[in-house]
Structure formats: structure tokens, C-alpha cells
């Protein structure tokens, strides 16, 4: 028997979760056949099988979180050298020939590093040392369950089989709350677990307000002069590439640790789009070299990804500013969360009609506003205001429809 595990995803991704298995047990797969969806924090990615083999048991579910290095599936088939001699392995291949007589394998088991625990196995009654994964006895201490770990079935161990020991073992505390609970909470309420998108939302929230010690200007742009075709989305997309031109020190990462700010030439831009699984944020990368057509072509592929959830996540990592245009739903100002190492988001809200005094006659304005936060470790207040007085200088032009 041999195992297939999770593979490394890259740029540091630890865990994924389980969103839909393309195969069941008993099923017969062969090299580059598709497997699973699994979406992590940066997109939905597709794992295919590296072997042609008979999958012989799935060890997890979906909806399970699952690490790298955790078993996906157990199979019979073609050996771990054959199969690295014929395809590119994604993942690591464990036969049972490489074990010891004797030893069982649990997810996410390091074969170099034991643990000093043991479990009596269900079959035969004989002790055998396993190594859990840190992440699976961190879980089982935190829930309080560490030694129930003994009385579990051998095999395939996930989180969700944990919450499952948990919920057995307190049941009847939890039968108790609930009836005493029942009166202030309607059964027809939901309860919903933040995956994805949405969970990495979070925990990025969670440590920007932690961290940086954010200030918010706000300011109105008239656009009075602007053409009925100017696309606003590449009219503020082109005033912050002038704003970060002209202040680059608002282009830049903050090293928390180090207290320095790096700045930087490229200008890469992190747009906020909204979808239905939470938010995502692609990066148009070099703004500074692209024409308008340029910006604007690149911009609407990487909202195509995101939509089609076929967005790598290399296309949301680098960003060194941030542009969220919550206007195009509802709302006039707002506090933007800056995403550590960035120092600063321009928000933009949505675009009313206001009286405004033109050549000291009172006229009906189209107005913009606008909303900038910024980490006030790494700018001050007169470097703020300078890169919104240019970002609003910029937005009030006329037209950039013949720029390039």
C-alpha cells in the first residue's frame, strides 16, 4: 500500500481545504489525471495523480482543512521509483516497503522524527509508535483531548476527526448547554465556518489591526470635467501611479522588525475584487511601464481569474499599494485596512452630485470621494497629504483618453 500526500503548494502555503474530490474509492486513475480541488489562501488549485494506480481509500473529507504533508489518498500502484522516473511527482510517496515491520502510518507522519507516544492498533491488539503532526497534537491539546488520541480508530487523522472525539467526548455537557440555551437561541440560526477567501480575509484584518497604527484623510475629487466614456476604475488606477510617482515613500513596505521602509520603483498594484467566496486582491504588476490599454487589458484578466477561480497565487502576492473601489456598490467614505508590509490603500466611494462653487457661481458637481489610510510608523501626516493632494490633482484632469 502506498500513500499520496498533500504537496507543497508553494509560497509558503500550509494548509488547504478540501473543496471537491474528482475520484472515489475503488476508482482506477492514471498519471496527470486529475484527483482534487483543494483551495487554499491564494486560489482553488487543481492536484493530479502522479501514478497510475487504484485508489484504495480517500483520508479526507470535503470541507476538511488538511497540511501539507498530510495523506490524501492510499492506492495500489506503480512504485514511488517508477513513478518519479516517468512523471513530475507533485507530492512526496511513501510505500509500505519503506516502513518497518511493523509500523503503521498516520497523516502528516514524519518518518525521520518520532513521537514518544503509542497506539494500540484495532486489528491486532500490538503497540506501535507513530508520529503525529504538530499541528494535529497542538489542536488535540487545545480541544483538551490529547489522550483520547489512544482511543481513536488508526489510520487517517484529520482535524475534523478530532472536533468529532471533542464533540463525543463532551456531549452530554453540550446536550446540557444547549437545553439550557434554548430559550435564547432560535435552532434556525446559522453558524458558518470561514474557509478560503474569507478566513485568509480575517486573519489578515486580525493582524493589520494589531500591527499598524493606521491613520485616515479623507477628500473629495470634483470630476465635473471628466468624459461621459472615462472608465473610473482606470482613472484612479492612473492617479495613484502618478501619486506614487510623486510620493514614493507611500510605495513602499514597512519591516516591522527591522523599523525600516522599503520603497520601491515598481509599482504594483493590489485591486480589490469582491466575489461571492470572499474577497480577493490580484496584483497588475509595473503599472508605471503599461499604457492605459495596457493597465486596462491586464486588469480585466486577472478579474476574468478571479471570477473563474483560476487566479494563481502568484497573481496576489507583491503588492506595494492597494486600490479598493467600494463606490461601485454603495457608501461615501470609509476606513481601509492596510495589509502589512503595505503602507497604504486609497479607498473610493460612491460618486454623488453636490453644489460646488466654479469661478464664484455656484454649479452642480460630480463628486468623488475619496478616503486614504496609511501606516503612520512609515509617513506622516504631511507625506500623506502630499500623495493625496497628487492623487486628486491627477483625478480631476480632464481625460487620459490619449494618453499612450
Known amino acids: 500500500m502506498q500513500t499520496f500526500k498533500l504537496p507543497d503548494l508553494g509560497e509558503g502555503l500550509q494548509e488547504a481545504e478540501i473543496i471537491e474530490w474528482l475520484v472515489k474509492e475503488g476508482d482506477t486513475v492514471h ?23 487504484e485508489i484504495t481509500k480517500i483520508c479526507a473529507s470535503e470541507g476538511d482543512i488538511i497540511h501539507v504533508n498530510e495523506v490524501l489518498v ?33 497523516i502528516g507522519s514524519d518518518r525521520g522524527k518520532r513521537a514518544d507516544r503509542k497506539i494500540k492498533t484495532n486489528q491486532h491488539g500490538s503497540t506501535v509508535e507513530f508520529a503525529a503532526p504538530p499541528s494535529i497534537i497542538a489542536f488535540a491539546k487545545k480541544l483538551g483531548i490529547e489522550q483520547e488520541l489512544n482511543k481513536s480508530e488508526f489510520g ?20 446540557n448547554h444547549n437545553e439550557c440555551s434554548s430559550n435564547q437561541i432560535n435552532s434556525e440560526n446559522k453558524l458558518i465556518k470561514l474557509s478560503g477567501a474569507k478566513k485568509v480575509m480575517a486573519q489578515t484584518m486580525s493582524k493589520s489591526w494589531q500591527q499598524v497604527p493606521a491613520v485616515t484623510l479623507f477628500d473629495d475629487a470634483n470630476i465635473s470635467a471628466w468624459h461621459e466614456e472615462e472608465d473610473i476604475t482606470l482613472r484612479l488606477l492612473n492617479a495613484l501611479i502618478a501619486a506614487c510617482t510623486a510620493m514614493p ?46 493597465v486596462k487589458s491586464t486588469l480585466s484578466t486577472l478579474i476574468q481569474q478571479v471570477k473563474a477561480k483560476k487566479i494563481s497565487p502568484q497573481n496576489m502576492l507583491g503588492a ?75 483625478i480631476q484632469r480632464v481625460s487620459i483618453l490619449n494618453k499612450h
Not at 81 to 92: I, L
Open 320 to 394: 506595494t499599494i492597494s486600490l479598493s473601489n467600494f463606490g461601485t456598490l454603495s457608501g461615501r467614505y470609509a476606513t481601509p485596512i492596510v495589509v502589512p508590509p503595505q503602507v497604504a490603500i486609497i479607498g473610493v466611494g460612491k460618486i454623488r452630485q453636490e453644489a460646488v462653487v466654479v469661478d464664484d457661481k455656484i454649479e452642480v458637481g460630480r463628486i468623488l470621494p475619496i478616503s486614504l489610510t496609511f501606516d503612520h510608523r512609515a509617513a506622516s501626516g504631511a507625506d500623506a497629504s502630499a500623495f493625496l493632494e497628487e492623487f486628486i490633482a491627477n
Open 156 to 175: 487517517c487523522i484529520t482535524h475534523k476527526d478530532l472536533i468529532r472525539i471533542f464533540e463525543k467526548k463532551y456531549k452530554t455537557a453540550a446536550a
Open 249 to 294: 515613500l507611500l510605495n513602499a513596505w514597512f519591516d516591522e522588525e527591522n523599523l525600516t521602509v522599503q520603497m520601491f520603483k515598481d509599482i504594483n498594484i493590489g485591486v480589490a475584487v469582491n466575489t461571492d467566496e470572499g474577497l480577493y486582491v490580484p496584483v497588475i504588476r509595473k503599472t508605471q511601464n503599461l499604457s492605459v490599454n495596457e
Open 31 to 53: 498519471v496527470d489525471q486529475l484527483m482534487v480541488l483543494v483551495e487554499t489562501a491564494k486560489a482553488v488549485v487543481e492536484i493530479p495523480s502522479p501514478v497510475d494506480a
Open 74 to 106: 492510499e492506492y495500489e500502484g506503480e512504485s514511488t521509483e517508477t513513478a518519479e522516473k516517468s512523471v513530475s511527482v507533485v507530492g512526496e510517496l511513501i510505500t509500505s516497503t519503506e516502513m518497518n515491520q511493523g509500523e503503521e502510518f498516520i
